[in-house]
């Protein structure tokens, strides 16, 4: 039987650079600002900005499907890739939430990690795709079932 190969999604390494390009170009107008204020805020944003480049690069990639035998999903964090087979995943839907004067659909995924449920929620930033294309393939795959939440 031929198993099907693993699908990833992540944020695209063009945004990942853009971003870390913007937080070097905060570092040196942090450097550059005449007064301390300005730069104490500036060098602010420049250590939020490479910080989230740095945490995006840290969780590569961001969603893992396995599919085949002994299907499960593997979700980058901080502190390493996570493990959830289908008999830990609760429920896999689609939602939109209304950010900035326009609604952004997301995946959230309700998983039971050790003791606990834990709610993973994935948007366009963090899959470097549409959030519905993801939920096809799950759903493709037998990770979702398709619902009307």
């Known amino acids: 039987m031929n198993e099907a190969q693993p699908v990833s999604w992540s944020t695209p390494v063009a945004g990942l650079f853009a971003v870390a390009g913007g937080g070097l170009l905060l570092v040196a107008a942090a450097?550059?600002?005449?007064?301390?204020?300005?730069?104490?805020?500036?060098?602010?944003?420049?250590?939020?900005?490479?910080?989230?480049?740095?945490?995006?690069?840290?969780?590569r990639p961001r969603l893992?499907?396995?599919?085949?035998s002994k299907p499960r999903l593997v979700v980058g964090t901080l502190t390493g890739p996570k493990d959830y087979p289908l008999d830990r995943i609760d429920r896999i839907r689609m939602v939109s939430y209304r950010?900035?004067?326009?609604?952004?659909?997301?995946?959230e995924i309700d998983v039971r990690h050790n003791d606990a449920e834990r709610l993973l929620i994935f948007g366009r930033w963090d899959l470097g795709t549409n959030p519905h294309d993801v939920y096809d393939a799950l759903v493709v795959n037998g990770f979702a079932s398709v619902t009307s939440d």
């Open 99 to 107: 950010r900035i004067g326009r609604k952004s659909a997301m995946l």
């Open 64 to 68: 893992t499907m396995i599919p085949g």
């Open 31 to 59: 450097i550059l600002a005449k007064d301390g204020p300005s730069r104490l805020l500036v060098g602010i944003g420049a250590v939020a900005v490479l910080a989230m480049a740095a945490l995006a690069v840290r969780q």
